[in-house]
C-alpha cells in the first residue's frame, strides 16, 4: 500500500503555523509568504502531489489540505495585523509632540520652524549698533498719562502742536487723559524722572517700542508703528554730539554711501530741533519717485532737549544738557530692504515673510 502524500501533513502545518508566529517583523513575515502560503510552499507541493492518487482518493485528500491551508492563512493574517499594528504604534509614537503633559495631535508632515519678523529683527539690530555706539536699552509703557505723552514733553492741554499727533484715548478717568502713546518721547520723561530719583545721572539711552497714531494706512504709514527713541543727558552736551551721533548710526546701520543731513524743525521739546534725513537708499541719492526726486528721506526728529522738559523733571539744566531724537522702525526696514509698500510688514503673507528669515 502508497503512504498517502498527506501523511506528514499536520506536522508540515504546524512546523508552518510556528514560523508565522516567529517572525518578529511585518518585513519578516511578508518576505516568508511565499514558503508559507504562497507557490513555493510545501501546501502548493502537496497539491501538485494529488494528481498522483486514485481518483476515489483525490477529493478526500483534496478537502483535507484545502482545511489545512486555511488554518494556516488564517493564522498569517491574524499575525500579519498583529504586526501591522505594532508598526503603526512605532510610527505614531515617533511622530508624537510631547509637550509636557499634554500630547498634542500626530503630526506627519514636517514643522516649520518660524523666525522673528522683519520689524523684530530690524529693532533688534538697531538696538546692536546703539549697544556698540555705547547706549543702554529700555522700555517703557505703551498706554499713558497725558503728562508724559504730552504735558512733560512741554505740549500742555489744548496746544495747538498736538495736532503733530493724530492721539488714540483710552475709555479710562477723566475724558481724553489716558493715551497710547503716539511716539515713544514719553520714555525720555520716565528715565530721567528715575535718574534723577536714583541719582545715576548722566543718561545713554535708546528706547525701542510700538506706538499708536489715529492715521490711515497707507504705503509710508501705519497706525500701529515703532520708533526708536535715543536720549543723552551728560555734562557740556552740544548739539555736534548729537549730529555725530546721527551721522555714526546711518553708517554703521544703512553702509558707508548713505549720509545723514539735520534740517531745521519744530517740536515743543526740543530747541533747537530738526529732522533728520538720510541718503535716499532706493536711488542712493541719484533721485527717483521715493524720494521726490530729492536724494534723501526723512527717517525722524531730533533736537537740544528743552529747558522746559528738564525743568519737568527736576534737572538742573545749569549742570546738565542734552539731546534726544526719534524715528521710526519700520521705515528703516522699509527703506534698508527697498519694501515699496509698508502694509506688507502686517499682512503676514508668508510668501513676503519668507524673504527676510
Ligand atoms: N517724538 C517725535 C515724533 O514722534 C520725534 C522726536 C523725538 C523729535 C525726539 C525730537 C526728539 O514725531
Redesign the pocket.
Known amino acids: 500500500m502508497t503512504t498517502s502524500p498527506l501523511a506528514e501533513l499536520s506536522t508540515h502545518v504546524s512546523t508552518l503555523k510556528s514560523r508565522i508566529v516567529q517572525a518578529a517583523t511585518l518585513a519578516e513575515l511578508l518576505a516568508d509568504e511565499p514558503f508559507i502560503v504562497g507557490k513555493r510552499s510545501i501546501l502548493s507541493t502537496l497539491q501538485k502531489s494529488l494528481g498522483a492518487l486514485a481518483p476515489e482518493d483525490r477529493k478526500a485528500a483534496g478537502a483535507e489540505l484545502q482545511e489545512a491551508r486555511r488554518g494556516v492563512e488564517e493564522t498569517f493574517a491574524l499575525r500579519r495585523a498583529e504586526l501591522e499594528n505594532a508598526a503603526r504604534a512605532i510610527a505614531l509614537e515617533a511622530d508624537r509632540l510631547d509637550l509636557g503633559d499634554v500630547v498634542v495631535a500626530h503630526v506627519t508632515a514636517p514643522l516649520a520652524v518660524g523666525h522673528p519678523g522683519i520689524v523684530a529683527a530690524t529693532q533688534r539690530q538697531l538696538e546692536d549698533v546703539f549697544v556698540a555706539m555705547g547706549f543702554t536699552v529700555s522700555d517703557g509703557p505703551e498706554v499713558e498719562s497725558d503728562w508724559y505723552n504730552f504735558e512733560a514733553l512741554n505740549i500742555p492741554p489744548a496746544h495747538p502742536a498736538r495736532g503733530?499727533w493724530d492721539t488714540f484715548y483710552v475709555d479710562l478717568g477723566e475724558p481724553e487723559t489716558v493715551v497710547l502713546r503716539t511716539?515713544?518721547?514719553p520714555t525720555q520723561i520716565h528715565l530721567m524722572e528715575e535718574a534723577v530719583a536714583a541719582g545715576t545721572l548722566p543718561i545713554h539711552g535708546v528706547m525701542p517700542g510700538r506706538c499708536f497714531r489715529r492715521d490711515t494706512p497707507d504705503a509710508r504709514h501705519l497706525a500701529t508703528f515703532h520708533?526708536i527713541?535715543g536720549l543723552v543727558v551728560d555734562r557740556g552736551i552740544t548739539f555736534a554730539d548729537l549730529a555725530g551721533v546721527i551721522e555714526t548710526f546711518t553708517h554703521a546701520y544703512f553702509g558707508a554711501d548713505i549720509s545723514s543731513r539735520l534740517r531745521p524743525a519744530f517740536?515743543p521739546?526740543?530747541e533747537p530741533?530738526a529732522e533728520f534725513e538720510i541718503t535716499c537708499t532706493i536711488c542712493r541719492g541719484e533721485g527717483c519717485r521715493t524720494c521726490s526726486q530729492t536724494g534723501w528721506i526723512e527717517l525722524?526728529?531730533?533736537?537740544m532737549l528743552d529747558p522746559a522738559v528738564l525743568e519737568a523733571v527736576g534737572v538742573h539744566g545749569d549742570e546738565w544738557s542734552g539731546f534726544?531724537?526719534?524715528f521710526g522702525i519700520d521705515r528703516c526696514a522699509q527703506m534698508r530692504h527697498q519694501i515699496a509698500d509698508m502694509r506688507a510688514l502686517i499682512d503676514n503673507d508668508v510668501r513676503f515673510l519668507r524673504q527676510f528669515s
Open positions: 503733530m511716539h515713544t518721547s520708533q527713541e517740536f521739546f526740543t530741533s525722524g526728529g531730533c533736537g534726544a531724537f526719534g
